[in-house]
C-alpha cells in the first residue's frame, strides 16, 4: 500500500526522518518497500501572481500572461489555458526547467512572442488529474518558492501481510506508527448535518443470504453537482496510486484508503422502485460492469441488485448501468460487509481483483460499515454539496463488543527470552490499542486459549497467574496467547530479544531418511538422466488418458496405489482440477513439451507423489518414474546415433537395482495396460537381499494409438514407473565388500534363433532350468533382426558364466552343460544360431 506521509501527519504526530520512520515501520512487521519523494521531478518550478491576462495579439485561442515571482522582473508567459485571472498564484516553470518525464521547458517564441517559461496544469506536474486548466495555488502561497518545498511529498510503498487487513488503510498505519512514536492518535471528525426526507422512506434493503453479507449500510445524499475533486485531494489520490474520476466517486475512493473500508456509489435513479436486494446470481442473468464487459453471472456470485436485475457484483465491481455520471444528482452510498471467501472466489473467477476486493477479502471490522458510510456522505456534503438524508438504511445495527483473550505474562518470558515485568507489557500492549488487567471477580482458574481454527486448544491456569487483554475490534488477527505475544514482541522491539544458543544436548546421529531417495538422484543423474518436477495437479484428461488398468503391488514397506481419484473443491483452472495418481502422465507431457521447443532427445525421470482418497481420508505413496525418447546412446565414431528402446531402460532399472544392492530384476510379459505397447511392455519385480519385494513396477513402450490421441510428438517413447523399496523413507544398504574368487570362472556366448511369441526372459529361464548349479549368472547382450533370418525371427545372444566355489571347472564340465542347453532350447521351439 502507498502512504503519502503528509496524510499520515493528519492523524499522527512525526517527527522522525523519512528513513528512520521506514526502518522503524520495517522492524514493528510493516515492511517497507520502497520510498518515493513526489517533486524531486520539480526543477526549478516556482510560485507565481498572475499580473495580467491578456488575449494574444496574434493568435485567438492563446493568452499573454505578466507573471511576477516576487523578484526581478515580470514575466512574459504564452498560455493556452482559459481559467486563469490576475491576482491567482500559479505554478511558473522558469526557462531551464525540468517537469515529471523529463520534460525540459525552455524561453521559446509562439505565434510572434516571446515566452519566458510556461504556466503548469495539475497534470503536467502529476499532481492532479486536470490537464486542461492551470493549476491554482493557495493564495497563501510564497512568491518565489520551489513547489517541491510546498507539495512535495514522501510516499511510503508499504506491504502489509495478509493477516493486517486493518493496517491497509492511513488509519492503520497511523496507528503504527503511534505505537513506534507515543503519539496519540487523531481520528477524523465525522459529523453530518441531515436534512430533508428520512431515507428511510426512499431506500429499502433486503439481505437474502446473511451468512455471505452479515451487515449492509445504506445513506441516501441528494442535490449533488458532480464536479472534479478539490486540487488538494486529487494530489493525496494520485500520490496513494488511485486516479481521480470525479468528487463523488473520489469521496467513496478516499474513504477507502483513508479508513480501510470500500464503498461503493450508486445512481439513485438507477436503482428501479427504490429496493436493493443483497443475493445470489440467478440462472441467465447476465451485468455489464464498470470496464463495460457483458458478463455471464454464475449462480454462486453476490449480487447487489434491484427488481429489475443486478446493479453491481459485490464487493468487486460495480454494473455501467448504474455508474456516476455528470447527470448525477442523488446516489446512495453502500458500505457493507462481505464474507472474505466469497469475495475471493468471485474476484478470482471474474479476473476482476481490485483494492476494494483486496480489503474484504482480508475481513473488514464490523463498525466500518457504520463508519464508512457516514464519513462518505460527510465528504459528499462537502466536494458535491450533497445533502444527507436523515437515518441511514443498517440490517445488522448491533456491533459486536470487543473480544478478550487470556494470556501469561510469565508465558511472554519464556517466550521471548526477554525479560518483562507484568506492567511493562500491558503498557507496550496499550500502545496498540490492547488494554489488559487482571482477571476479574474471584475466578479460581482462567482458560488461556493457546490454538484457534477448526481445532482450538486451551489450557487452564490460576487466575493470578494470567491477564485478560481486551482487543480492539479491528484487531480481528488476534485469537490466541501467541498473538499477544507476538505484539508484546512487535512492539517492544524484534531488534531487543537478545541471542541465546540453546543449552539442551544436540540429539545423536540419526540416518537421512532421504537417503535411499538420494542416491537414486545421483545416481540416474550419472547416467545421463535429467530430473523434472512435473504438477501434481492434472486435468481430467489427463486422469483418464494415464491411469493403470491394474497398479502394482507395491514394494516391502511401501504404500499401494489405492483409492478413488481426489478432485480439487476450487480450482484455478481445468488443467489443475485432479491430483494425479502416476507420474507416466507428467513425464510424457514434459516429453511432448519439449520436442514442441525442438528437443527431440530426452532421458528423464522424477521421484514423486501419488494421491488418492480411501474412507475419506487422503493416501498417498512414491514412485519413481522414468521416460526416455529419441537418443540415449550418446553417438561416436565408432557407434551411430540411436533411439532409445525397451532395452535401455531395462540397463538403467538393472545399474540401480545393482547400486542398491537388490537382485538383479525379472520381466513378465505385459497386455492388460492400453497406454502401453502390449508386445513392448513387462512388469518388473526385484528382490531384495532378505528375499523380499524391492521393487516393483510396470516397463514399456507407449502404445501407438495413445501416443496419437495424447501428442504425436511422444510416439515411441519408453516408460518405466516402478515402487521402490525405501523411497519413502530410508537408507541405501551399506555396501558390503566381497572376495575375489579363487578360482577362474568360465563364459560362454549363445546365439539362440527365437520367434516373436518367445521372450528373452523365457529362454533365460530355460537356460537356468537345464545349466545345471555351475552357472553363476545369464544375461541379453545383444539382439539381432534381419537377414538371414526369416521374417518374424529374432537372434538373442545370452552370456553365461560358469564357475566353481572349490575348483577350477575343466573344458568337458562346461561343454556337458551347453549340450543339456542347447538340447532344451531345441524342445522349446527354438534354435542355436551358428
Same mark, same amino acid.
Given at each position: 500500500?502507498? *502512504?503519502?506521509? !503528509?496524510?499520515?501527519?493528519?492523524?499522527?504526530? #512525526?517527527?522522525?526522518?523519512?528513513?528512520?520512520?521506514?526502518?522503524?515501520?520495517?522492524?514493528?512487521?510493516?515492511?517497507?518497500?520502497?520510498?518515493?519523494?513526489?517533486?524531486?521531478?520539480?526543477?526549478?518550478?516556482?510560485?507565481?501572481?498572475?499580473?495580467?491576462?491578456?488575449?494574444?495579439?496574434?493568435?485567438?485561442?492563446?493568452?499573454?500572461?505578466?507573471?511576477?515571482?516576487?523578484?526581478?522582473?515580470? @514575466?512574459?508567459?504564452?498560455?493556452?489555458?482559459? &481559467?486563469?485571472?490576475?491576482?491567482?498564484?500559479?505554478?511558473?516553470?522558469?526557462?531551464?526547467?525540468?517537469?515529471?518525464?523529463?520534460?525540459? $521547458?525552455?524561453?521559446?517564441?509562439?505565434?510572434?512572442?516571446?515566452?519566458? /517559461?510556461?504556466?503548469?496544469?495539475?497534470?503536467?506536474?502529476?499532481?492532479? /488529474?486536470?490537464?486542461?486548466?492551470?493549476?491554482?495555488?493557495?493564495?497563501?502561497?510564497?512568491?518565489?518558492?520551489?513547489?517541491?518545498?510546498?507539495?512535495?511529498?514522501?510516499?511510503?510503498?508499504?506491504?502489509?501481510?495478509?493477516?493486517?487487513?486493518?493496517?491497509?488503510?492511513?488509519?492503520?498505519?497511523?496507528?503504527?506508527?503511534?505505537?513506534?512514536?507515543?503519539?496519540?492518535?487523531?481520528?477524523?471528525?465525522?459529523?453530518?448535518?441531515?436534512?430533508?426526507?428520512?431515507?428511510?422512506?426512499?431506500?429499502?434493503?433486503?439481505?437474502?443470504?446473511?451468512?455471505?453479507?452479515?451487515?449492509?449500510?445504506?445513506?441516501?445524499?441528494?442535490?449533488?453537482?458532480?464536479?472534479?475533486?478539490?486540487?488538494?485531494?486529487?494530489?493525496?489520490?494520485?500520490?496513494?496510486?488511485?486516479?481521480?474520476?470525479?468528487?463523488? #466517486?473520489?469521496?467513496?475512493?478516499?474513504?477507502?484508503?483513508?479508513?480501510?473500508?470500500?464503498?461503493?456509489?450508486?445512481?439513485?435513479?438507477?436503482?428501479?422502485?427504490?429496493?436493493?436486494?443483497?443475493?445470489?446470481?440467478?440462472?441467465?442473468?447476465?451485468?455489464?460492469?464498470?470496464?463495460?464487459?457483458?458478463?455471464?453471472?454464475?449462480?454462486?456470485?453476490?449480487?447487489?441488485?434491484?427488481?429489475?436485475?443486478?446493479?453491481?457484483?459485490?464487493?468487486?465491481?460495480?454494473?455501467?448501468?448504474?455508474?456516476?455520471?455528470?447527470?448525477?444528482?442523488?446516489?446512495?452510498?453502500?458500505?457493507?460487509?462481505?464474507?472474505?471467501?466469497?469475495?475471493?472466489?468471485?474476484?478470482?473467477?471474474?479476473?476482476?481483483? !481490485?483494492?476494494?476486493?483486496?480489503?474484504?477479502?482480508? +475481513?473488514?471490522?464490523?463498525?466500518?460499515?457504520?463508519?464508512? *458510510?457516514?464519513?462518505?456522505?460527510?465528504?459528499?456534503?462537502?466536494?458535491? /454539496?450533497?445533502?444527507? *438524508?436523515?437515518?441511514?438504511?443498517?440490517?445488522?445495527?448491533?456491533?459486536?463488543?470487543?473480544?478478550?483473550?487470556?494470556?501469561?505474562?510469565?508465558?511472554?518470558?519464556?517466550?521471548?527470552?526477554?525479560?518483562?515485568?507484568?506492567?511493562?507489557?500491558?503498557?507496550?500492549?496499550?500502545?496498540?490499542?490492547?488494554?489488559?488487567?487482571?482477571?476479574?471477580?474471584?475466578?479460581?482458574?482462567?482458560?488461556?486459549?493457546?490454538?484457534?481454527?477448526?481445532?482450538?486448544?486451551?489450557?487452564?491456569?490460576?487466575?493470578?497467574?494470567?491477564?485478560?487483554?481486551?482487543?480492539?475490534?479491528?484487531?480481528?488477527? $488476534?485469537?490466541?496467547?501467541?498473538?499477544?505475544?507476538?505484539?508484546?514482541?512487535?512492539?517492544?522491539?524484534?531488534?531487543?530479544?537478545?541471542?541465546?544458543?540453546?543449552?539442551?544436548?544436540?540429539?545423536?546421529?540419526?540416518?537421512?531418511? @532421504?537417503?535411499?531417495?538420494?542416491?537414486?538422484?545421483?545416481? %540416474?543423474?550419472?547416467?545421463?538422466?535429467?530430473?523434472?518436477?512435473?504438477?501434481?495437479?492434472?486435468?481430467?484428461?489427463?486422469?483418464?488418458?494415464?491411469?493403470?488398468?491394474?497398479?502394482?503391488?507395491?514394494?516391502?514397506?511401501?504404500?499401494?496405489?489405492?483409492?478413488?481419484? $481426489?478432485?480439487?473443491?476450487?480450482?484455478?483452472?481445468?488443467?489443475?482440477?485432479?491430483?494425479?495418481?502416476?507420474?507416466? +502422465?507428467?513425464?510424457?507431457?514434459?516429453?511432448?513439451?519439449?520436442?514442441?521447443?525442438?528437443?527431440?532427445?530426452?532421458?528423464?525421470?522424477?521421484? +514423486?507423489?501419488?494421491?488418492?482418497?480411501?474412507?475419506?481420508?487422503?493416501?498417498?505413496?512414491?514412485?519413481?518414474?522414468?521416460?526416455?525418447?529419441?537418443?540415449?546412446?550418446?553417438?561416436?565414431? &565408432?557407434?551411430?546415433?540411436?533411439?532409445?528402446?525397451?532395452?535401455?531402460?531395462?540397463?538403467?532399472?538393472?545399474?540401480?537395482?545393482?547400486?542398491?544392492?537388490?537382485?538383479?530384476?525379472?520381466?513378465?510379459? %505385459?497386455?492388460?495396460?492400453?497406454?502401453?505397447?502390449?508386445?513392448?511392455?513387462?512388469?518388473?519385480?526385484?528382490?531384495?537381499?532378505?528375499?523380499?519385494?524391492?521393487?516393483?513396477?510396470?516397463?514399456?513402450?507407449?502404445?501407438? !494409438?495413445?501416443?496419437?490421441?495424447?501428442?504425436?510428438?511422444?510416439?515411441?517413447?519408453?516408460? =518405466?514407473?516402478?515402487? #521402490?523399496?525405501?523411497?519413502?523413507?530410508?537408507?541405501?544398504?551399506?555396501?558390503?565388500?566381497?572376495?575375489?574368487?579363487?578360482?577362474?570362472?568360465?563364459?560362454?556366448?549363445?546365439?539362440?534363433?527365437?520367434?516373436?511369441?518367445?521372450?528373452?526372459?523365457?529362454?533365460?529361464?530355460? $537356460?537356468?532350468?537345464?545349466?545345471?548349479?555351475?552357472?553363476?549368472?545369464? &544375461?541379453?547382450?545383444?539382439?539381432?533382426?534381419?537377414?538371414?533370418?526369416?521374417?518374424?525371427?529374432?537372434? @538373442?545372444?545370452?552370456?553365461?558364466?560358469?564357475?566353481?566355489?572349490?575348483?577350477? =571347472?575343466?573344458?568337458?564340465?562346461?561343454?556337458?552343460?551347453?549340450?543339456?542347453?542347447?538340447?532344451?532350447?531345441?524342445?522349446?521351439?527354438?534354435?542355436?544360431?551358428?
Amino acid at each position: 500500500m502507498k *502512504a503519502p506521509l !503528509s496524510w499520515l501527519r493528519e492523524f499522527v504526530d #512525526v517527527e522522525l526522518t523519512a528513513d528512520r520512520l521506514a526502518e522503524r515501520l520495517t522492524l514493528l512487521g510493516m515492511e517497507v518497500r520502497g520510498i518515493e519523494e513526489h517533486g524531486v521531478d520539480w526543477q526549478n518550478v516556482v510560485v507565481g501572481e498572475l499580473l495580467t491576462v491578456e488575449r494574444h495579439p496574434n493568435a485567438d485561442r492563446l493568452s499573454l500572461a505578466t507573471v511576477t515571482i516576487g523578484t526581478g522582473e515580470p @514575466l512574459t508567459i504564452v498560455c493556452g489555458a482559459t &481559467n486563469i485571472v490576475p491576482g491567482q498564484r500559479v505554478p511558473v516553470a522558469l526557462p531551464g526547467a525540468v517537469l515529471p518525464g523529463g520534460r525540459r $521547458i525552455e524561453r521559446t517564441e509562439k505565434m510572434g512572442v516571446l515566452s519566458n /517559461g510556461m504556466l503548469c496544469s495539475g497534470d503536467e506536474l502529476r499532481l492532479t /488529474g486536470d490537464g486542461d486548466g492551470i493549476l491554482i495555488l493557495d493564495s497563501r502561497s510564497p512568491l518565489g518558492a520551489q513547489l517541491a518545498d510546498l507539495y512535495g511529498d514522501v510516499v511510503f510503498d508499504i506491504d502489509v501481510k495478509p493477516n493486517r487487513g486493518d493496517a491497509l488503510s492511513i488509519i492503520g498505519l497511523a496507528r503504527e506508527i503511534s505505537a513506534i512514536t507515543g503519539s496519540p492518535l487523531r481520528m477524523p471528525d465525522v459529523e453530518i448535518a441531515e436534512v430533508g426526507t428520512p431515507v428511510a422512506d426512499r431506500l429499502s434493503v433486503a439481505v437474502e443470504d446473511p451468512a455471505l453479507c452479515p451487515r449492509f449500510v445504506g445513506r441516501w445524499v441528494s442535490g449533488l453537482t458532480v464536479a472534479p475533486s478539490p486540487d488538494a485531494i486529487q494530489m493525496r489520490l494520485l500520490a496513494a496510486g488511485v486516479r481521480p474520476i470525479s468528487n463523488v #466517486v473520489d469521496a467513496s475512493n478516499y474513504v477507502m484508503l483513508e479508513l480501510g473500508k470500500p464503498i461503493h456509489t450508486f445512481d439513485a435513479a438507477a436503482i428501479r422502485g427504490g429496493h436493493v436486494a443483497v443475493r445470489r446470481a440467478r440462472a441467465g442473468e447476465r451485468l455489464t460492469t464498470l470496464d463495460h464487459v457483458d458478463r455471464d453471472l454464475d449462480q454462486d456470485t453476490l449480487l447487489i441488485a434491484d427488481e429489475h436485475g443486478p446493479l453491481a457484483i459485490a464487493g468487486v465491481m460495480g454494473g455501467a448501468a448504474s455508474e456516476v455520471s455528470d447527470a448525477t444528482t442523488e446516489v446512495v452510498v453502500e458500505s457493507a460487509i462481505f464474507d472474505p471467501i466469497s469475495i475471493r472466489r468471485t474476484a478470482f473467477h471474474y479476473a476482476l481483483r !481490485s483494492e476494494a476486493s483486496l480489503r474484504f477479502e482480508k +475481513g473488514q471490522e464490523f463498525r466500518l460499515a457504520r463508519v464508512g *458510510a457516514d464519513r462518505t456522505a460527510q465528504l459528499l456534503a462537502a466536494w458535491a /454539496g450533497g445533502r444527507i *438524508a436523515p437515518g441511514r438504511i443498517d440490517t445488522s445495527p448491533d456491533e459486536p463488543v470487543p473480544e478478550r483473550v487470556a494470556f501469561r505474562p510469565e508465558r511472554v518470558t519464556r517466550l521471548l527470552g526477554l525479560v518483562l515485568e507484568p506492567d511493562a507489557q500491558v503498557d507496550l500492549l496499550a500502545r496498540v490499542g490492547i488494554s489488559a488487567a487482571p482477571a476479574p471477580g474471584p475466578a479460581a482458574k482462567v482458560t488461556i486459549p493457546v490454538a484457534g481454527g477448526t481445532r482450538p486448544l486451551s489450557t487452564t491456569v490460576p487466575a493470578i497467574d494470567a491477564l485478560i487483554a481486551t482487543v480492539p475490534t479491528w484487531r480481528r488477527d $488476534i485469537a490466541v496467547e501467541a498473538d499477544i505475544i507476538e505484539e508484546v514482541a512487535r512492539v517492544s522491539g524484534y531488534d531487543r530479544i537478545p541471542t541465546t544458543l540453546p543449552s539442551t544436548p544436540s540429539p545423536a546421529f540419526r540416518v537421512s531418511p @532421504l537417503g535411499l531417495r538420494d542416491t537414486v538422484r545421483s545416481s %540416474l543423474a550419472g547416467m545421463g538422466l535429467h530430473e523434472i518436477v512435473t504438477h501434481a495437479l492434472i486435468s481430467r484428461q489427463h486422469v483418464e488418458t494415464w491411469t493403470w488398468t491394474d497398479p502394482t503391488i507395491p514394494a516391502d514397506g511401501e504404500e499401494p496405489q489405492a483409492g478413488a481419484v $481426489i478432485s480439487v473443491t476450487n480450482p484455478l483452472s481445468a488443467d489443475h482440477a485432479f491430483l494425479r495418481q502416476e507420474l507416466v +502422465g507428467g513425464l510424457v507431457s514434459a516429453i511432448a513439451l519439449n520436442r514442441r521447443r525442438g528437443q527431440d532427445d530426452l532421458a528423464l525421470f522424477e521421484i +514423486g507423489k501419488g494421491y488418492g482418497r480411501r474412507a475419506d481420508r487422503a493416501h498417498e505413496w512414491w514412485r519413481l518414474g522414468v521416460a526416455l525418447a529419441g537418443s540415449f546412446d550418446v553417438a561416436a565414431w &565408432n557407434r551411430p546415433r540411436r533411439a532409445a528402446d525397451l532395452h535401455d531402460a531395462k540397463g538403467i532399472l538393472e545399474a540401480l537395482c545393482s547400486l542398491l544392492g537388490f537382485a538383479s530384476p525379472t520381466y513378465e510379459q %505385459l497386455s492388460s495396460e492400453r497406454t502401453l505397447h502390449p508386445g513392448r511392455a513387462a512388469r518388473v519385480r526385484a528382490k531384495g537381499p532378505d528375499g523380499g519385494l524391492a521393487v516393483s513396477g510396470v516397463l514399456g513402450e507407449i502404445h501407438p !494409438s495413445t501416443a496419437a490421441a495424447w501428442d504425436d510428438r511422444v510416439g515411441g517413447a519408453i516408460l =518405466l514407473e516402478v515402487s #521402490v523399496r525405501g523411497l519413502s523413507g530410508g537408507a541405501p544398504a551399506v555396501p558390503r565388500a566381497t572376495s575375489p574368487r579363487r578360482f577362474p570362472t568360465v563364459e560362454r556366448d549363445l546365439a539362440i534363433v527365437a520367434t516373436d511369441g518367445m521372450t528373452s526372459a523365457a529362454l533365460a529361464a530355460v $537356460i537356468r532350468d537345464h545349466a545345471g548349479q555351475l552357472l553363476l549368472s545369464v &544375461n541379453v547382450f545383444d539382439v539381432y533382426a534381419g537377414a538371414p533370418l526369416a521374417d518374424g525371427e529374432r537372434s @538373442l545372444a545370452f552370456r553365461l558364466v560358469f564357475g566353481a566355489e572349490e575348483r577350477t =571347472l575343466a573344458d568337458d564340465e562346461v561343454e556337458a552343460a551347453i549340450a543339456s542347453i542347447m538340447a532344451a532350447i531345441v524342445t522349446a521351439g527354438a534354435r542355436v544360431r551358428t
